[in-house]
C-alpha cells in the first residue's frame, strides 16, 4: 500500500499572546507557566478569523508545499471542535473556497486531539481502497474564544491558543519535491471509553474540561505502549528513529515520553512552545515543523503519537522519502 | 510499609520538609504533582513488579502514603 505525506502547511492568528499578558489575567506569573508547560506563547484568533478560513490558509499552504492544484484532489478530511455549523462540519467550507476544488467528499471527524493519526488512517484507508489518489487532511482549532481566562482555570487556560494545519497524502511518490515525503508504513489506533469524561468538550461555547493527573498517567502509558507496538511491528529500535511527531500537549509531558521511550528528546518536535496546544491542529502544525527543518534524510524512520479525549490514542511509523 | 525505592522517592521530592504523615495529601504538601506522579507510580512497578491496571491510574489511589500502603499489599496479595 502506498501512502505518501506530500505536503503540509499551518495557519496561525497573527495576534501572538505571551505569557507576561495572559499570566496577569490568570493570576500567576510568566515564568510559571512556561515552567510548568513549556509554552512561551499562543496565537489567539482576531473577531474576524473563522475556523475555515484558518483552515483554507493551512490546506492552500500544504497544496503550494506539495505543489499540487486543488484540483487534484479526490477526498477532503476536516476536523474541529468549533464548527461555525453543527451541520454541516468545516470541511465543506473548506471545498467551496479552494479554487478549482472539484465536487469530491469533503466531510468531518470529530477528533480532537487525534485528528491527525485519526484523518490519516483513513485517508491511507481510502488510498489503499481505491477510492482517492490525493487526500487533503486538516484540522482547525479556535479556542480563546472560550478559555475562562481567570484564576481558578489557570492550569487548563495558559494551555490552548488558536490555529490550523493540513497536510497531503497521496499514493505517489513525488519526483522532485524540495521538501521530503514521508511514507506512512503504518497506522494504530485505539479508544478507551471509560474515561470519556475526564477530558473533552461538553458544548462548543464552552471551553475544554480536564482531569490533568488522570490524563498525563494514561497518555504515558499509552504512549509507551503504542510506541512499543509499532517498534516491534517493524523491527525497530527505540535508536532507530529520527524524529518524533507527537501532538503538542505539554512540554514537560512530552519530555516524560522521551524518557520512557528511550528516544532522545532532542529527536522530538516541538512547536507548543510557540503556539501552545492547539489541539488537534497542533499535531500537523508538528509535522510541518519537522519537515521543514530540513533534518531528515532519506530512509529516516519518523514516529508519530497523539494522545486525547475518549481516552483516544495512537501511533505510526513513516518513512522519509526523497 | 512502602518499599524503600518508593520511600527514598518520596524523600527526595520532599528534602528539607518536615516528614510526610501517612494520611496527608502528597499533591496538597507539594511533594507530588500531576508529572511526578507518573514517576511515582513507575517508581511503585518497578518497585513491587506490580503492573497497575488502567481502572487504577488515578491520583486517588495514591493521594497519601496511607493509601500506596495500602494498594500495594493489596495488590500483592498481602
Not at chain 1, 485517508?123 to 482517492?132: I, Q
Not at chain 1, 521543514?292 to 505510526?316: E, H, I, M, P, S
Not at chain 2, 511533594?31 to 513507575?42: G, M, R
Not at chain 2, 491496571?53 to 498481602?78: C, H, M, S, V, W
Request: net charge negative; charged share 20%; aromatic share 6%.
Amino acid at each position: 500500500m502506498n501512502c505518501f505525506i506530500i505536503g503540509s502547511g499551518t495557519a496561525h492568528p497573527e495576534r501572538v499572546v505571551t505569557n507576561e499578558e495572559l499570566a496577569a489575567r490568570l493570576g500567576v506569573a510568566p515564568d510559571w507557566i512556561s515552567k510548568n508547560s513549556g509554552i512561551r506563547e499562543r496565537r489567539f484568533a482576531a473577531d474576524d478569523d473563522t475556523v475555515s478560513g484558518l483552515a483554507v490558509r493551512a490546506v492552500q499552504n500544504a497544496l503550494s508545499n506539495a505543489e499540487i492544484e486543488p484540483a487534484r484532489l479526490d477526498a477532503l478530511i476536516g476536523s474541529t471542535l468549533g464548527a461555525e455549523c453543527l451541520v454541516p462540519g468545516v470541511a465543506p467550507f473548506v471545498q467551496r473556497a479552494l479554487p478549482g476544488c472539484r465536487t469530491i467528499p469533503a466531510f468531518d471527524l470529530r477528533a480532537g486531539c487525534l485528528a491527525f493519526l485519526q484523518s490519516l488512517s483513513l485517508a491511507r484507508g481510502l488510498l489503499a481502497v481505491g477510492s482517492a489518489r490525493t487526500v487533503a487532511c486538516f484540522a482547525s482549532e479556535i479556542q480563546s474564544r472560550h478559555l475562562k481566562l481567570t484564576p481558578e482555570a489557570a492550569t487548563l487556560s495558559m494551555l490552548f491558543g488558536d490555529g490550523a494545519g493540513a497536510y497531503i497524502v497521496s499514493n505517489e511518490r513525488p519526483s522532485n519535491s524540495t521538501i521530503p515525503a514521508i511514507e506512512i508504513l503504518d497506522v494504530i489506533l485505539g479508544t478507551d471509553g471509560t474515561n470519556a469524561e475526564t477530558l473533552g468538550i461538553q458544548t462548543s461555547t464552552e471551553g475544554p474540561r480536564m482531569n490533568g493527573r488522570v490524563v498525563i498517567l494514561h497518555a504515558l502509558k499509552r504512549f509507551q505502549e503504542t510506541a512499543n507496538e509499532l517498534l516491534e511491528r517493524h523491527n525497530l529500535s527505540p535508536d532507530d528513529i529520527a524524529a518524533v511527531v507527537c501532538h503538542q500537549p505539554n512540554l514537560n509531558l512530552l519530555t516524560l515520553a522521551a524518557e520512557r521511550l528511550g528516544i532522545p528528546f532532542d529527536r522530538f518536535t516541538v512547536t507548543l512552545d510557540r503556539f501552545g496546544n492547539t489541539s488537534g491542529a497542533a499535531h500537523f502544525t508538528a509535522l510541518d515543523a519537522c519537515r521543514r527543518q530540513n533534518r531528515l534524510k532519506n530512509g529516516d524512520r519518523v514516529l508519530f503519537l497523539a494522545f486525547g479525549a475518549g481516552f483516544a490514542w495512537g501511533g505510526a511509523v513513516g518513512a522519509v522519502s526523497g | 510499609m512502602l518499599p524503600i525505592q518508593v520511600t527514598n522517592f518520596l524523600n527526595e521530592r520532599n528534602a528539607g520538609a518536615p516528614a510526610i504523615p501517612a494520611d496527608a495529601s502528597l499533591f496538597d504538601t507539594g511533594v507530588l504533582d500531576s508529572f511526578s506522579l507518573a514517576e511515582f507510580i513507575t517508581v511503585i512497578e518497578d518497585a513491587t513488579g506490580i503492573s497497575i491496571p488502567d481502572a487504577d491510574l488515578n491520583p486517588e489511589t495514591f493521594e497519601t502514603i496511607a493509601k500506596t500502603e495500602a494498594y500495594i499489599a493489596r495488590a500483592l496479595g498481602a
